[in-house]
């Protein structure tokens, strides 16, 4: 089972993560956080790597779902959205596959809940309009 939801966009990487932003707020989620991994490896170890993002997305509502069902389920929370540059003006943009993720947890009724948030992840990464990636 793959474990992200991917789409390629033609747009550099800021307006792309711009556009996610907005698809994440049309869907419930808010974005917690905001790592910038090229910047981060850059200051700590010297490293560069190509621009990277990744955002922290959270629907409040469905994260109190998942926490009434689950209370360790906060190890996996927020859902991360990487922005990442592939080429200069292409971004790719991949999301997590929540059910993929909460495979491990024997709980149906976070299984449920990780069904919607999956479907809203889903929703964001085609409203975005791009390619989708291969997910093997």
């Known amino acids: 089972m793959a474990y992200y939801i991917a789409t390629t966009l033609d747009l ?4 792309a993560a711009e556009r996610v932003e ?6 419930g989620f808010g974005v917690l956080t905001r790592i910038d991994i090229a910047k981060t490896l850059k200051e700590k170890i010297g490293e560069t790597v190509h621009p990277y993002r990744i955002l922290g997305a959270c629907n409040p509502k469905l994260a109190f779902e998942a926490l009434q069902a689950e209370d360790k ?5 927020p859902c991360n959205v990487v922005v990442q540059e592939t080429a200069p003006g292409r971004s ?4 997590i596959d929540p059910v993929a993720s909460m495979q491990a947890i024997d709980n149906p009724t976070l299984q ?10 889903a929703a964001v990464i ?11």
């Not at 907005?22 to 869907?27: C, I, T």
């Not at 085609?126 to 093997?136: F, I, N, P, Y």
């Open 112 to 121: 449920a809940a990780a069904e919607q948030v999956r479907e809203k992840l």
């Open 73 to 77: 389920v906060g190890t996996m929370l």
């Open 92 to 95: 790719e943009v991949a999301a």
């Open 126 to 136: 085609a409203s975005l309009g791009g390619t989708q990636t291969d997910r093997s």
């Open 12 to 15: 550099p990487i800021d307006e």
């Open 22 to 27: 907005a698809a994440l707020s049309q869907e």
